[in-house]
């Protein structure tokens, strides 16, 4: 059994850094991950005016329950999609001026369902280019709060912003949700909000927050599970082989720990500890049908596993995929017809049938991390498989090649 650990979770460190910003007192966060995403978020807040000194496995924020210290600034959110739609939320509960911009990649992201959010909220905000996306200027003057309507069917990070700046209004704030995918990581922001001490409550499709702030403390970090989902597959690819992440067990926040029990249905022999989860090749994938709604994410570490399993593996309700550093479900089905996979799309589900893959053959990546991290477990099975931008894995990974081939190397 191969013992793995995981970096920290993206999703909690982003999470993690907002709130620690919005605290009275002085947080510490424990084993944050160090990735470009983080340091890209880490960066704004201190262009935004607040003190983060960083260390080896621990970064200490000093919160400002008043907003951001700068007065004006500019913003560079790099390719992060929670830098870009978190910290203009944060910044709009101060007082100044604050331009917000971003990567290309990022800047062809939406932001529309947000930014209208924030406008009914009397936030005075104005994009700089195309409506609804980077670059955008806030100018805050505190946000006083209020019910407002939100669509988020595109990215549950919509709602994770306005939730997290509920409690820095001064009335609070009720949000009525009309559609909503990946609701496990809007579990991931209530759970960390209230260890935070902020009080929120749920009534059907209506979360209310109250005007409680933020009180500051120490925060451990928990692995990653997206992450963690490329090992998973490749133990369960690999005969004979296993592999074991600690700190991911019964008690984790990330619903991407989800990706084991589609691995279970497929036939891979899943244990999940309190403390840690391990995953081991039985010698069978099966096909299935399977809605990854909830686990998107991992949509393209599925479909990278796919053509090895002795059926169809067909993934639906993943329309959000396609808005994410690139079109995830047209990149997966792209890459794996030029491995010779035959693959049916449609607006919101792909269907990979079983195939041997053939190389030699370049992956387009399109920048996008999960796809070279995903296609990696292809190419365990597939000789000649190489990468066009292997480099793009720094977004939330960026020891992922030599983890990963040490693991494969491992008897």
């Known amino acids: 059994m191969t013992v793995i650990d995981i970096p920290g979770s993206k999703s909690v460190t982003a999470r993690a850094l907002f709130l620690a910003a919005a605290a009275e007192g002085t947080t510490t966060l424990l084993r944050p991950l160090v990735s470009d995403d983080t340091e890209g978020f880490a960066e704004g807040l201190a262009a935004l005016g607040y003190t983060v000194r960083r260390e080896p496995g621990a970064w200490h924020i000093e919160g400002r329950p008043a907003g951001p210290g700068a007065e004006t600034a500019d913003v560079y959110c790099r390719d ?55 670059p955008l200027d806030v100018h805050a003057r505190g946000v006083k709060g209020g019910a407002l309507t939100l669509d988020a069917g595109q990215s549950s990070q919509y709602l994770t912003a306005l939730l997290m700046l509920g409690p820095l209004t001064t009335e609070g704030l009720d949000i009525t949700v009309t559609d909503l995918v990946s609701e496990p990581y809007v ?34 970090i928990e692995p990653d599970a997206s992450t963690a989902s490329y090992l998973f597959a490749a133990a369960a690819l690999l005969p004979g082989r296993s592999v074991t992440v600690p700190g991911l067990g019964t008690g984790a926040l990330q619903g991407d720990l989800a990706f ?62 396609r808005v994410k550093e690139c079109d995830r479900l047209d990149a997966c089905a792209e890459n794996l017809r030029r491995l010779g996979i035959t693959v049916r799309t449609g607006p919101d589900w792909i269907e990979i049938h079983p195939g041997t893959p053939a190389g030699p053959v370049e992956i387009a990546t399109h920048g996008d991390h999960r796809i070279v991290m995903s296609f990696a477990v292809t190419a365990l099975r597939t000789p000649g498989v190489t990468f066009d931008d292997p480099g793009c894995v720094k977004k939330t990974f960026p020891d992922f090649h030599r983890v990963f081939d040490a693991f494969v190397r491992t008897p």
């Open 80 to 134: 992060g999609a929670t830098t870009a739609r978190f910290l203009p939320t944060l910044a709009a509960a101060g007082h100044g001026t604050y331009r917000f911009d971003a990567s290309e990649q990022m800047r062809r992201r939406p932001l529309g369902p947000l930014t209208t959010a924030l406008r009914a909220l009397g936030v005075d905000l104005r994009h700089g280019g195309k409506e609804g996306h980077h």
């Open 187 to 220: 579990e991931i922001t209530l759970a960390m909000m209230r260890s935070f001490g902020a009080e929120v409550r749920q009534e059907g499709r209506t979360y209310r927050v109250a005007p409680t702030g933020y009180r500051a403390r120490t925060y451990g």
């Open 260 to 321: 084991v029990d589609v691995l279970r249905r497929m036939g891979a022999d899943v244990e999940v500890t309190g403390d840690a989860t391990t995953v081991r090749s039985t010698g069978t994938l099966r096909g299935l049908t399977v809605n990854m709604r909830d686990i998107s994410d991992t949509m393209p570490t599925l479909a990278a596993l796919a053509p090895f399993a002795d059926g169809p593996v067909r993934i639906e309700d993943v329309a959000n995929t």
